[in-house]
């Protein structure tokens, strides 16, 4: 693709790196096959290549965002498919994120749309805040669902009937390894993950210690700052992105890490791109390149360490009660798309002893996609519908994924029990039985 920056504008690194990408652009459409977007409304502007459009055009004139851009832009799920299928290497990812930032700092949303998202991107980085509004939402649930529609209506929705209790193991702390120690990782606990499904990170405590891996909670780590980073709220995203490489370096400097394990694939994207984000700033540039090349999802590090088949993990539990085989592996878009593993959570699953099966249009998102399901809920309920009916073609017992958004939004929609991978592991190699399949 052509372009026409001043050399002024391209004095700017983010301009540059934008220049760059744009450049590698040759409009050819693979990207709008994969697009969910595209695929839902066939609007030009909708695909990525219509969306490449509208930010040459912002960017090269150095004008404010307009209405158009932005709506265009919030459409945009972040699922990243368009660079699975880009037969150029287009980075998507770094050219829309450079663009909401754009857009965060130059057009005016209308106030209500401001608000909920100042609201939104205060409340669920932060867990106590978070677990506060969730209790009022599911406690006047019954209620306000009579009268919200919308946006509000989709808050309401998506919050849990009942909260789990917060759990001891996302504390800083450290958990030794069982038998002979293998190696040391550290834990993103993370935030909404910790107050929607504290099990999880239970779990993979469990395994990981289980294998003969020390795992480390490290103090100052919160939020990844995948969530305000993806809405173009940069300052906030740098402020959490730091204090995780603080907090991980501490670590790293101290007793070391193999590796830092992440278990919401949404967050390891972000996580593994912190090196990319922080590029241009001396002082944190080298420590997050060195985060980046240790992060790991959960799935990527036990195939690294050789799965299953060791022996502090015990033998393969076949005399499980009742045990659902047929699983229906949902992909999240940021562990395909994003991370692209692809193989090693099925390879997993199917090592421990499950049925697994691929869901049908699988590169296509569920729709959940960070705050995505509660700003564009009609859009995000006709992606969730079309993952279920695919799903419940295939008649599974389970539905795997490895994110915690992906669990809450399809959810949502099936009385199937959605289960996050390391769950599985952990109850096929002699943890508790997830209490979803209770």
Same mark, same amino acid.
């Not at 391209?10 to 693979?30: S, T, W, Y």
């Not at 595209?38 to 930010?55: A, F, K, N, T």
């Given at each position: 693709?052509?372009?026409?920056?001043?050399?002024?504008?391209?004095?700017?690194?983010?301009?540059?790196?934008?220049?760059d990408?744009?450049?590698?652009?040759?409009?050819?459409?693979?990207?709008?096959?994969?697009?969910?977007?595209?695929?839902?409304?066939?609007?030009?502007?909708?695909?990525?290549?219509?969306?490449?459009?509208?930010?040459?055009?912002?960017?090269?004139?150095?004008?404010?965002?307009?209405?158009?851009?932005?709506?265009?832009?919030?459409?945009?799920?972040?699922?990243?498919s368009?660079?699975?299928?880009?037969?150029?290497?287009?980075?998507?990812?770094?050219l829309?994120?450079?663009?909401?930032?754009?857009v965060?700092?130059?057009?005016?949303?209308?106030?209500?749309?401001?608000?909920?998202?100042?609201?939104?991107?205060?409340?669920?980085?932060?867990p106590?805040?978070f677990?506060?509004?969730?209790?009022?939402?599911?406690?006047?649930?019954?209620?306000?669902?009579?009268?919200?529609?919308?946006?509000?209506?989709?808050?309401?929705?998506?919050?849990?009937?009942?909260?789990?209790?917060?759990?001891v193991?996302d504390?800083?702390?450290?958990?030794?390894?069982?038998?002979?120690?293998?190696g040391?990782?550290?834990?993103?606990?993370?935030?909404?993950?910790?107050?929607?499904?504290?099990s999880?990170? &239970?779990?993979?405590?469990? =395994?990981?210690?289980?294998?003969?891996?020390?795992?480390?909670?490290a103090? @100052?780590?919160g !939020? /990844? *700052?995948?969530?305000?980073?993806?809405?173009?709220?940069?300052?906030?995203?740098?402020?959490?992105?730091?204090?995780?490489?603080?907090?991980?370096?501490?670590?790293?400097?101290?007793?070391?890490?193999?590796?830092?394990?992440?278990?919401?694939?949404?967050?390891?994207?972000?996580?593994k791109?912190?090196?990319?984000?922080?590029?241009?700033?001396?002082?944190?540039?080298?420590?997050?390149?060195?985060?980046?090349?240790?992060?790991?999802d959960?799935?990527?590090?036990?195939?690294?360490?050789?799965?299953?088949?060791?022996?502090?993990?015990?033998?393969i539990?076949?005399?499980r009660?009742?045990?659902?085989?047929?699983?229906a592996?949902?992909?999240?878009?940021?562990?395909?798309?994003?991370?692209?593993?692809?193989? &090693?959570?099925?390879?997993? =699953?199917?090592?421990?002893g499950?049925?697994v099966?691929d869901?049908?249009? @699988?590169?296509? !998102? /569920? *729709?959940?996609?960070?705050t995505?399901?509660i700003m564009?809920?009609?859009?995000?309920?006709?992606?969730?519908?079309?993952?279920?009916?695919?799903?419940?073609?295939?008649?599974?017992?389970?539905?795997?994924t490895?994110?915690?958004?992906?669990?809450?939004?399809?959810?949502?929609?099936?009385?199937?029990?959605?289960?996050?991978?390391?769950?599985?592991?952990d109850?096929a190699?002699?943890?508790p039985?997830?209490e979803?399949?209770?």
């Amino acid at each position: 693709m052509q372009t026409n920056f001043s050399l002024a504008q391209l004095a700017d690194p983010n301009i540059a790196e934008a220049e760059d990408i744009l450049r590698k652009c040759v409009h050819c459409g693979f990207c709008t096959a994969t697009c969910p977007t595209y695929v839902l409304l066939g609007d030009e502007l909708d695909s990525p290549r219509g969306r490449i459009y509208l930010i040459k055009g912002m960017l090269e004139g150095d004008e404010d965002a307009t209405e158009q851009v932005s709506k265009h832009l919030d459409r945009c799920l972040s699922c990243l498919s368009c660079m699975t299928t880009c037969p150029s290497g287009v980075n998507y990812m770094h050219l829309v994120d450079h663009a909401r930032t754009h857009v965060e700092e130059t057009y005016q949303r209308p106030l209500f749309e401001r608000s909920l998202r100042n609201l939104l991107s205060f409340v669920i980085p932060r867990p106590f805040w978070f677990r506060a509004a969730l209790n009022m939402a599911s406690l006047s649930a019954p209620v306000m669902r009579r009268f919200l529609k919308g946006r509000l209506r989709a808050l309401i929705d998506l919050a849990p009937k009942t909260m789990p209790a917060a759990s001891v193991v996302d504390q800083p702390q450290t958990f030794a390894a069982q038998g002979t120690k293998r190696g040391r990782v550290a834990l993103l606990s993370g935030c909404a993950q910790t107050v929607l499904a504290p099990s999880i990170n &239970e779990a993979t405590v469990r =395994l990981l210690t289980r294998l003969g891996i020390e795992v480390v909670i490290a103090k @100052g780590v919160g !939020c /990844c *700052g995948s969530l305000v980073h993806h809405m173009g709220k940069e300052h906030a995203a740098d402020q959490q992105v730091k204090a995780a490489i603080t907090g991980w370096s501490a670590e790293i400097e101290g007793e070391g890490l193999d590796a830092i394990i992440t278990n919401a694939s949404g967050c390891g994207t972000t996580v593994k791109d912190y090196g990319f984000m922080l590029r241009n700033d001396p002082a944190w540039a080298d420590k997050a390149v060195k985060v980046s090349g240790l992060a790991r999802d959960i799935t990527e590090y036990l195939t690294e360490i050789g799965g299953l088949e060791i022996d502090q993990a015990g033998p393969i539990d076949q005399s499980r009660s009742d045990p659902a085989q047929i699983v229906a592996y949902h992909a999240p878009c940021s562990i395909q798309h994003g991370q692209k593993i692809t193989k &090693e959570p099925k390879m997993l =699953l199917q090592n421990a002893g499950f049925e697994v099966r691929d869901v049908p249009e @699988g590169h296509l !998102c /569920c *729709g959940s996609a960070g705050t995505y399901n509660i700003m564009q809920p009609e859009l995000a309920g006709k992606l969730r519908d079309r993952k279920i009916k695919n799903i419940q073609s295939l008649s599974p017992d389970i539905i795997a994924t490895g994110n915690i958004g992906c669990q809450c939004q399809i959810s949502g929609g099936t009385d199937i029990p959605v289960v996050h991978n390391v769950e599985l592991l952990d109850w096929a190699t002699g943890g508790p039985k997830p209490e979803g399949l209770n």
